[in-house]
């Protein structure tokens, strides 16, 4: 059975857990000695200076995430280098949010199939910008249905006038039987 832990001991063990320097004096917490020992200890092996600027937070990582922030490192990168110059406006006419869209497309699928992943952020954003147009889309007035509006206007106009054309052509015709059997019956 272990001995019990002094609170010392535990003091140091959870101050290096929350990620504090691990000092000479805290190392003497843990290990139950004088500071002077773990002094000597380490200059008789030779440890490393540790060197952590004060106000700064140690860091624990693990091997999986160092690979994903180099991933991460990578996909930027890539990114930068396939939108050329990523700072300057992309050019489209106004209204076509739609080639904004698939260019966005091909830049994440390109960028999946040199990195084996989909950048879910990304993918996110373009799915709200792809839920914004369908909103924005729905509030306009149809462009087209504007024009089907005025070119039913018209289309009526010219039935009106042809309907016109044809009661004036059968009121003529009509005349004309009529004066023709006038003439047959008169003469």
């Known amino acids: 059975m272990h001995p019990p832990l ?38 008789r092996e030779n440890w490393p200076k540790l060197h952590v600027p004060r106000g700064t937070v140690m860091r624990v990582a693990r091997v999986k ?5 180099a991933a991460g490192r ?13 700072d300057e406006p992309v050019e489209l006419p106004p209204g076509d949010i739609g080639a904004l869209v698939v260019q966005e497309m091909r830049a994440m699928l390109a960028v999946a199939r040199h990195t084996g992943t989909i950048d879910k952020s990304r993918a996110d954003a373009l799915w709200s910008v792809i839920r914004v147009a369908e909103r924005v889309g729905k509030l306009q007035p149809e462009l087209g249905h504007e024009e089907e509006m005025r070119s039913d206007d018209e289309l009526a106009e010219i039935l009106a006038r042809v309907d ?17 059997q006038a003439d047959a019956q008169g003469g």
Request: negative net charge; charged residues 35%.
């Open 6 to 43: 002094t609170p010392e001991k535990k003091e140091g063990m959870r101050e290096l857990r929350d990620l504090q320097t691990p000092s000479f004096p805290r190392l003497a917490k843990i290990a139950g000695c004088h500071v002077t020992t773990v002094r000597e200890i380490a200059a």
């Open 74 to 86: 990578e996909r930027a990168e890539l990114l930068a280098a396939m939108d050329g110059a990523a």
């Open 164 to 180: 016109e054309r044809i009661v004036e052509l059968a009121r003529d015709y009509a005349e004309r039987l009529v004066a023709g």
């Open 65 to 69: 995430d160092l690979q994903e922030e």
